[in-house]
């Protein structure tokens, strides 16, 4: 395959280079879609590649500091002639650990011997990398295969290469650890002694190379970690908060408290003159949440100069078009319509009427929980240089596609004219995924002509989140003489800002569980009105239909005066897939096999002590199978210990068991914390948690126990960011009422006096 020699373009500010070749978009036009693209032959310059991802104009990648000796087969992968391999991590790391998952991918394919190799950050170009966010708990499944063939791919070469200079076939010749064996002879060569052969082959084909079976990984499954760890703990600067780039300013940007509001007027005459500050006015906004609302910039020469200038600010805020949100009037309203039937039917299977008059018992509960913020532990923060038309910017973001959208949108200006610099950050949770802050800073720079960094305070992030939304439902369920359950109905009472359609992850889904295993089963909806932006929150909608759907069956289980664990897999019923083919769907005896291995791994079924009991939830989400066993106590006083979590999962193979442990034990913290005593109140439009003080993050104190188990399926992976959160609320309640009879139904359970 012959391509035109590229033209080189570089940015002085970032030394980020640009690879072109007008013999690339036809090139491109005519290969497989996952095809890779080799392009040598620059004099001194080095190597440059990339990834054809479809259809014409679709750049080649760009890669830095490659030299012309240098074997870089695609954009993931540089092999250098001293030995060295770097390995490109293409997605956002936000503490998900795929900076060090993604390499490991490559590495396990490539045969790699992980001492020897470095992970950088890959920049920011989907036409080479394809999609380059973080969420939904997709970055591993999305690329497995790209990834994979990636690694695959630059080892054919290298057995070839090795194979050739041998003069024997590349099939008597095997790898490991970065070596070629020729296996008769014992021969072996170092993938660096081969790299400037390898750099003159042609790519394979991807049907023409042979991936790995789970049973060869050597790499893939084992506990390694994280590439940046010691960067972390030696507090070097990779966070977005971090950020220094030569004569930047620092920014603070002030927001009506009540979403919509505008400004009317501000004292910039007296912030101006403070010491330190360079600038302040007010940005008119755009109206849109999710990019740029109305406020007051105050722009200094350091970041302490802008926060004290920042609480000098005095606005006069027109609230004409603001939200008047009410959290206390909505679980009044809400409160009154649970014995109502809901406003529109959702679902209606099968006859439940008939289900509920022939039952032998049925069940009533009303569920509540509240809204809650991501608070991750770097609030918002972004770096900005716009000049001569174009920006620059650094942002710890998790979607920097659409960031890159966005601030075009909001400048005016093409895509083609901003260069994003993915950072790590610290936190994200799904808070991230929104880049408001992005566009924030953009404007801010464009109107200083400088290049300035925005930092939001602790407060800022408290009060302008994009919120996990609350909701309220009204449920009612049978369960039929022999103890089976045998009609279920749910009056789910959410918000809405335009009155047609719930908030943002404030919806429910159709076929949401128990529904595809119930004949008989109803959902209605009502809809209460509501401003305040929303969002999605680590497993979004599922992070609270959990704890109602699974709480309420152990309700269930309790009336038919049956064992937990046997209706629970009563009602998975017969091993299957619930949507045949897609092997992303629930799968019955994958969900089984996981609460059958919570059971036994947590002692299901032993005695405990007086006032101290297990509870056990499942849930599938993210094409995840998880199954939680809380176990804990509770005093007279509602003093609740958790004492041990045992989680089992099934996502498939794990890539890094390190990381996968690392999660599911941070879901669990994330879950309890949350549980315990965290809730957003809202009135008159206003957030009324300021800081931590009224937003009660978890102590390491009253961290539980956690038992991490893994079955290690051969179904295609997915990620481990969101799953294990969702079971661990209804688990740890069903578990208080084992242990105290106390049914728990609303969150947090301050709310009902519960107390660590």
């Keep these: 395959m012959k391509i035109n020699q590229p033209r080189i373009f570089a940015n002085p500010a970032s030394a980020h280079l640009v690879a072109t070749s007008d013999a690339t978009n036809t090139v491109c036009g005519q290969i497989n879609r996952r095809t890779f693209l080799k392009i040598a032959g620059i004099s001194g310059g080095g190597l440059v590649l990339g990834v054809c991802l479809g259809g014409p104009s679709r750049a080649v990648a760009s890669a830095s500091n ?39 991918i490559v590495a396990e394919e490539l045969d790699a011997d992980w001492s020897q190799v470095r992970v950088e950050q890959a920049p920011i170009n989907t036409a080479v990398y394809g999609r380059q966010s973080a969420g939904g ?41 970065s070596t070629v064996i020729h296996t008769g002879s014992g021969r072996r060569l170092k993938y660096g002694e081969l790299a400037e052969d390898a750099a003159a082959l042609p790519v394979p084909g991807e049907t023409s190379v042979t991936l790995k079976q789970r049973k060869e990984y050597r790499l893939l499954g084992t506990r390694v970690g994280g ?110 319509l649970a014995t109502k039937p809901g406003k529109e039917t ?42 001569d038309g174009a920006i620059e910017i650094w942002a710890p973001t998790q ?183 897609d092997d992303r769907s629930l799968n019955t005896g994958r969900a089984a096999a996981v609460i059958k291995l919570a059971a036994e791994k947590s002692g299901w079924g032993r005695p405990l002590p007086a006032g101290r009991g297990r509870g056990l939830a499942f849930y599938f989400c993210h094409a995840g199978h998880f199954a939680e066993v809380a176990e804990v106590s509770v005093d007279p006083n509602k003093k609740l210990t958790v004492h041990r979590v045992t989680v089992a999962g099934d996502i498939g193979p794990i890539v890094n068991l390190s990381g996968a442990e690392n999660q599911c034990e941070g879901a669990v913290i994330d879950g309890l914390s949350t549980m315990l005593g965290l809730e957003i109140t809202l009135e008159q439009g206003r957030v009324q948690e300021s800081n931590f003080g009224q937003y009660p993050i978890l102590g390491i104190a009253a961290t539980p126990h956690i038992d991490v188990h893994f079955i290690q399926s051969d179904f295609p992976p997915t990620g481990l960011g969101e799953p294990a959160l969702p079971p661990l609320a209804p688990a740890v309640c069903n578990a208080i009422f084992a242990a105290s009879g106390h049914r728990a139904r609303t969150l947090p359970l301050s709310r009902e006096g519960f107390r660590t």
């Excluded at 999305?142 to 194979?163: C, H, I, K, P, V």
């Design 399 to 581: 979607t920097p596609d659409s960031g890159i959208e966005l601030v075009a949108h909001t400048l005016g200006i093409e895509t083609d004219r901003i260069t994003l610099h993915q950072l790590r950050a610290g936190g994200g949770f799904g808070r991230r995924l929104m880049n408001d802050y992005m566009c924030e800073a953009a404007a801010i720079s464009r109107h200083v002509g400088a290049p300035v960094k925005l930092q939001w305070t602790r407060e800022d992030d408290m009060a302008h989140d994009f919120y996990r939304p609350g909701g309220f439902h009204s449920l009612k369920a049978a369960v039929d003489s022999s103890g089976k359950l045998s009609g279920w109905q749910n009056h789910f009472i959410t918000f809405s800002a335009d009155g047609q359609i719930p908030t943002s992850r404030g919806d429910i889904p159709d076929g949401e569980f128990p529904a595809p295993l119930l004949a008989n089963y109803r959902l209605t909806q009502t809809l209460l009105p509501w401003k305040t932006p929303t969002g999605p929150w680590r497993a979004p909608r599922s992070n609270a239909l959990a704890f109602v759907e699974q709480s309420f069956l152990h309700e269930l289980a309790i009336a038919a005066g049956r064992d937990h664990l046997e209706f629970l897999l009563e009602v998975m019923g017969e091993p299957r897939w619930l949507q045949p083919g």
């Design 227 to 336: 590439v940046d760890n010691r960067a972390i703990v030696t507090g070097q600067a990779l966070f977005g908060i971090d950020q220094v780039v030569p004569g930047m300013l620092y920014a603070v940007y002030e927001k009506c408290p009540a979403t919509g509001g505008s400004v009317a007027s501000a004292n910039l005459d007296q912030i101006r003159a403070l010491d330190g500050v360079r600038d302040a006015f007010v940005l008119a906004g755009n109206g849109l949440t999710t990019e740029l609302m109305p406020g007051v910039a105050i722009v200094a020469t350091s970041t302490w100069a802008a926060f004290a200038a920042k609480q000098q600010l005095r606005v006069s805020w027109d609230e004409s078009d603001a939200a008047t949100d009410s959290w206390s009037d909505a679980i009044a309203q809400a409160t009154a």
């Design 66 to 104: 490659i030299l012309a000796s240098d074997f870089a087969p695609n954009a993931f992968i540089q092999i250098s002639p001293d030995g060295s391999i770097v390995i490109y991590s293409k997605g956002p790391e936000i503490g998900q650990g795929i900076k060090t998952a993604m390499p490991m």
């Design 137 to 177: 708990s997709r970055s591993i499944a999305m690329s497995w295969d790209q990834l994979r063939y990636a690694g695959a791919a630059a080892r054919s070469m290298l057995l070839t290469a090795a194979a050739e200079r041998w003069g024997v076939a590349a099939s008597e010749c095997t790898t490991r650890l």
């Design 346 to 387: 959702l679902v209606e299977q099968g006859n439940v009427d008939d289900a509920f008059e022939h039952a032998a018992h049925t069940v009533e509960a009303f569920y509540t929980y509240p809204f809650v913020s991501h608070a991750p532990l770097e609030p918002q923060n972004c770096t900005a240089w716009y000049q």
